[in-house]
């Protein structure tokens, strides 16, 4: 029998009580606090989007601040309160807690709430990382385009209570388990800087070798537009790759297309490449580049060689309203041609290292997986509850 299971056995052998978060806690809503507010010192702040972009579950510093003045127009957190995020773009955003664990008060703005409350404050946090805080927020969210819990809505989220002691276990069980995912991606980090360290030197390498304008090595060609509407009515196997690293969603046979290299033309992730190696549909926010003879370039090698040159590429870009990347600009890129037993060594090299660092069933990024995987295994389980049935 584990220790959970001790203590459950001995303080709430007959099941855990449940209550409305309501009924056992306080709902401070806030209110203000712009981006243009948050300063690198003052007051410690943290703002509504920076809860599911930049935090964990807990926090012991801000990453942000705001001035003594607007400080005190805000909503205030004290150690131990958790603030809750109330709107995002998506449900699995919305309702995205951070514990405050740091030792002063700081502040909030709005789209978010502090809770105030008993628990120990990690558990809490924790719980609402739960498929069954999920349920219950996916049936008080209100809206499409941008979704909200409002602080109102959290109220009536039934959450268990279990005593301290069983909270604080299961808070150490799972902090140890963080602690394991910390340290891999910690390593994993370093390994990705010292592969983009090897494929710099790689490339620096390269400045006696000819370079030729990209635009005389491929063609490239602009995708064709789909709408979200167009993916959700024609479902299938086929990735939609367009202004991000991750697909848009899956789409059915028609316009798929071959070439694997993809940059991206307009929008935040202006510049960024694409590899897809399988067939996709191109949206019309990403150039296609096809190599012209694969006599003299390999295509493998030109994905690495565009990477390498990624703040090149980002000069290239125009970014006073809607950040876009010239056709006829991308063209002039050099591109350094070494040999194509060269360019075939180059990539043998770092495929290798990109693979270890990137290729999710293999080495690190496989082993980061599997312990998240455990990690949400063992969070829900300890998190969910016989319940206390009500006394007749």
Same mark, same amino acid.
């Given at each position: 029998m584990s220790r959970i299971d001790e203590l459950i056995t001995e303080l709430c052998p007959n099941g855990v009580p449940v209550h409305r978060l309501g009924e056992i806690a306080t709902m401070l809503r806030g209110n203000g606090m712009p981006k243009t507010m948050l300063l690198d010192a003052g007051v410690g702040a943290i703002h509504y989007g920076q809860i599911y972009t930049k935090y964990g579950t807990w926090a012991e510093e801000t990453l942000s601040f705001v001035s003594d003045d607007d400080a005190k127009k805000l909503t205030k957190a004290e150690p131990g309160d958790l603030i809750i995020t109330n709107t995002s773009e998506n449900l699995e955003d919305v309702g995205k807690a951070v514990a405050w664990l740091g030792e002063s008060q700081i502040v909030t703005g709005g789209h978010a709430t502090v809770i105030k409350h008993k628990f120990e404050p990690k558990f809490l946090a924790y719980w609402?990382?739960?498929? /069954?805080?999920?349920?219950?927020?996916?049936?008080?969210?209100?809206?499409?385009?941008? *979704? /909200?819990?409002?602080?109102?809505?959290?109220?009536?989220?039934? *959450?268990?209570?279990?005593?301290?002691? $069983?909270?604080?276990? *299961?808070?150490? $069980?799972? /902090?140890? =388990?963080?602690?394991?995912?910390?340290?891999?991606e910690a390593e994993l980090e370093a390994r990705k800087q010292q592969y983009e360290h090897y494929r710099h030197s790689t490339f620096e390498t390269s400045e006696s070798v000819p370079h030729v304008p990209l635009g005389n090595l491929t063609r490239i060609k602009t995708g064709s537009a789909v709408s979200k509407r167009a993916i959700e009515d024609n479902p299938g196997q086929y990735p939609v790759i367009n202004s991000g690293r991750e697909p848009l969603g899956f789409i059915g046979t028609f316009n798929t297309e071959n070439d694997p290299i993809g940059v991206t033309s307009r929008g935040a992730g202006v510049g960024s490449i694409t590899w897809c190696n399988e067939?996709? =549909?191109?949206?019309?926010?990403?150039?296609?580049?096809? *190599?012209? /003879?694969?006599?003299?370039?390999?295509?493998?090698?030109? =994905?690495?060689?565009?990477?390498h040159l990624q703040p090149e590429i980002q000069g290239l870009c125009t970014f006073q309203g809607i950040p876009a990347l010239n056709k006829s600009n991308l063209e002039k890129l050099l591109i350094p041609v070494p040999s194509i037993d060269e360019q075939q060594r180059i990539v043998g090299f770092l495929d290798q290292l990109d693979s270890f660092v990137n290729d999710l069933s293999i080495g690190l990024p496989a082993e980061l997986v599997a312990r998240r995987q455990q990690y949400k295994y063992y969070r829900d389980k300890l998190l969910t509850f016989k319940e206390l049935e009500p006394a007749v």
């Open positions: 609402f990382q739960t498929p /069954d805080f999920y349920m219950q927020k996916k049936k008080l969210a209100t809206g499409t385009k941008v *979704i /909200d819990v409002s602080a109102k809505k959290l109220e009536q989220v039934i *959450i268990p209570v279990p005593p301290l002691e $069983i909270q604080r276990e *299961i808070v150490r $069980i799972l /902090d140890t =388990f963080s602690k394991m995912e910390a340290e891999l067939p996709y =549909f191109r949206g019309n926010l990403n150039y296609a580049v096809t *190599i012209r /003879d694969q006599k003299t370039m390999v295509v493998r090698y030109l =994905f690495h060689a565009l990477n």
